[in-house]
């Protein structure tokens, strides 16, 4: 089965940081650019960062310099590294292949407390 589980999200106070994973089965990682995607009630789900297959990063400008993302092809896992946390990182976070998108995952949970 195709799928991706998000894990490692949790309650932060401002300034914090957490440490979120991505881990993918029935296909490998490798090989496809992968990305992390956030949402709040009522709004789309934005994307956050992406990482292509080379491992050259990109970053949404609101969490340049504060989010990095990174993968792991022999453990077949994506990682989002997040720093200077803002009560305005307060989301789910998702990941998914950033082209032919499979089902999402149920992510996982930030909440960033002032």
């Known amino acids: 089965q195709v799928q991706v589980v998000e894990s490692g999200g949790g309650l932060a106070q401002a300034g914090g940081s957490l440490r979120l994973s991505c881990a993918a089965s029935g296909f490998t990682i490798a090989g496809r650019a992968m990305s992390w995607y956030r949402q709040v009630p009522g709004k789309e789900r934005d994307l956050v960062a992406t990482i292509n297959n080379g491992g050259v990063p990109w970053y949404a400008d609101s969490v340049k310099g504060r989010f990095t993302i990174s993968r792991d092809n022999h453990e077949n896992t994506v990682y989002l590294y997040m720093n200077s946390l803002k009560p305005e990182d307060t989301a789910a976070y998702y990941c998914?292949?950033?082209?032919?998108?499979?089902?999402w995952g149920q992510g996982t949970q930030v909440t960033v407390s002032s």
């Open positions: 998914n292949r950033r082209f032919e998108t499979i089902p």
